[in-house]
């Protein structure tokens, strides 16, 4: 993130990242299996515990309720209450939940095993996210790490298909919920054994009203939505919920704007593509939890497979979209992140429009095979870049809330997409049957759905155009993950005084640039920085002041690549300096080159001197950036 780091952003240098990392991995791609791996089961389940085929749809539903309506509050619970402490709490809870569901013997019971599961999930998955972040400073590391997080986001969606009808033709539908059970009991050791205790805490108390008409609010649209797919939308329950959502969506944002605690302070929205990752987030979640529905009940209920054919059929889309995620930092960096996701939504909504053309008589070769791969594809390579949109330049003590947010923006855009588009299928199958055997009718709902998913994508895509056209390199609007979508800040070659100079430093990259970018700590490690003081984060347009061998200084930040490039520049006593820094690493040590101009009036009276003393500065700034960098590896 473009941020200021402190020496607790990133994991100490003694431990090993990548344990620590799977680990959270691990706890994401749970809460995503969770949300599918009923979904091949769901006759089994019925007739389990005695669910009319209405009911089931309640198995999934109680889990999508709790999860969409609490993970605002479990952002910003991790962030007070320390994020591996909450993560810890919701693995437990989860395990627990998980375990009774599997035992359940009546209905009631199970639907509320999943809502407590969907609780623990609300925990798990903002805290989760920020950890992982923690772990690596902005640059290389941290683009891997979203490739990562996309890789098992859209994996654990595939892999609860697959898992799913694999334990339920084997040992029941129970299994799904006991397999659950016992993987997150190890993944909850994986993170008490790896995971570091660096993060710290945000100041503060918890927003309880804020947080409590938020989850109300947000209960009642997601219990409103899911509900209109079996009652419609002209119910009275259906249209008292969603009256009664938007007038505490409306009341939720009058208290926020007077709450100096905010649970979602407005200020959230202002800062770099927060506002824009989560508007486009949603628009993709609107599509995802969908697809997740309406292909394996097409496979099942139209070509007929079983739960484990159905489950093995998920494995080109989740290989797809583990492809996808490890390519996308990569893309990012040759494209730029704009091009890059127009790209990959214009390719998802490709696969949703293939997918659109299924027949009745079809099979899975020709039917699904070739559109899974597409949609795998762009929607990997999608949630990767707006994950790091909707939580790029957010400060270290809302990181937690900002992990939240976006993780209820997807899914809160996924109840209203299941419920819009199941309404469609449902009311374009029942028309259809009218005239046309049942798998004709049932696949032109499925067409219909897949037609409007295609369509929802191609407009995400032209969205995602107009929020990068207007975000203008150089302003604090525009925060940089790549250096694709702005130029390179170089130094003015026809200046008096020009200095290039470079240094080998024997330490990780995370340590080396979380030092040199903590502005306001400059003055621990630089003998020569007297004073530094930053407003905001460190982004592209913003400026900070210090102070150096007598010169107060204000410059204003032009470029930033995290982990790679920083430059800045400004005038002092009329003298205009442009500074450019580098990084590279290379095996153990990285290289950090530093070159800057100087020009003005007193350059050109005193050149020989001042390029001196220009010189001198940085050859000591190098110095102590490297004996410092080294000291703490």
Known sequence: MNLPHTRTAAAPPALRPGPALAALAAAQFTVMLATSIVNVALPQIGAGVGLSDGGTTWVVNAYGLAFGALLLAGGRAADLLGRRRVLALGLALFAAASLTAGLASSADLLIAARAVQGLGAAAIAPAALVLALDLFPPGPGRGRVLGVWGAVSGAGGAGGVLLGGVLTQAWGWPWIFHAVALGT???????????????????????????????????????????????????????????????????????????????????????????????????????????????????????????????????????????????????????????????????????????????????????????????????????????????????????????????????????????????????????????????????????????????????????????????????????????????????????????RLSATIDAPLATVWALHTDVAAWPTWNPDVTRAELDGPLLPGNSFSWQTHGLDITSTVSELVPGERIAWGGPAEGITGIHVWSFEQSGGHVTVRTEESWSGAPVEAATDHLAKALHDSLESWLGNLKSRAEQSA
């Open 185 to 499: 009991t190890l993944v909850l050791a994986g993170v008490v054994v790896f995971v570091p205790r660096a993060a710290g805490r945000a100041a503060g108390r918890f927003d309880l009203p804020g947080a409590a008409v938020i989850t109300v609010a947000l209960t009642c649209l997601v219990w409103g939505l899911t509900t209109a797919r079996g009652a419609g939308w002209t119910d009275a329950r259906v249209l008292g919920a969603l009256v009664g959502a938007a007038a505490l969506l409306a009341a939720f944002v009058v208290i926020e704007r007077r709450r100096p605690d905010a649970l979602l302070p407005p200020r959230l929205f202002t800062i770099g593509r927060v506002a824009a990752g989560n508007l486009l987030m949603g628009l993709l979640g609107s599509v995802w939890i969908a697809l997740f529905f309406f292909l394996p009940l097409y496979q099942q209920q139209v070509l007929g497979s079983d739960p484990l054919v159905t489950g093995v059929g998920q494995l080109p889309l989740a290989a797809a979209n583990m492809l996808g995620a490890a390519v996308a930092p990569r893309l990012s960096r040759r494209l730029g992140s704009t091009a890059t996701l127009t790209a990959a939504l214009l390719t998802e909504a490709a696969g949703l429009l293939w997918l659109s053309g299924i027949d009745a008589h079809g099979s899975y070769a020709a039917d699904v095979l070739g559109p899974s791969v597409l949609v795998g594809l762009g929607l990997s390579v999608a949630f990767v870049q707006l994950t790091a949109f909707a939580v790029e330049g957010v400060p270290p003590q809302d990181a937690g809330l900002a992990g939240g947010l976006v993780n209820t923006t997807r899914q809160v855009g996924g109840a209203i997409g299941l419920a819009a588009l199941a309404t469609l299928a449902g009311s374009v199958t029942a028309r259809a049957a009218v005239h046309q055997p049942r798998l004709e009718a049932l696949t032109a709902g499925y067409r219909a759905a897949f037609t409007v998913s295609a369509a929802v994508m191609a407009a995400t895509a032209l969205l995602a155009l107009f929020f990068g056209r207007r975000a203008r390199p150089g302003t604090a609007a525009a925060s940089h993950l790549t250096s694709g979508d702005t130029p390179m800040t170089s130094i003015d070659e026809t200046a008096p005084v020009i200095v």
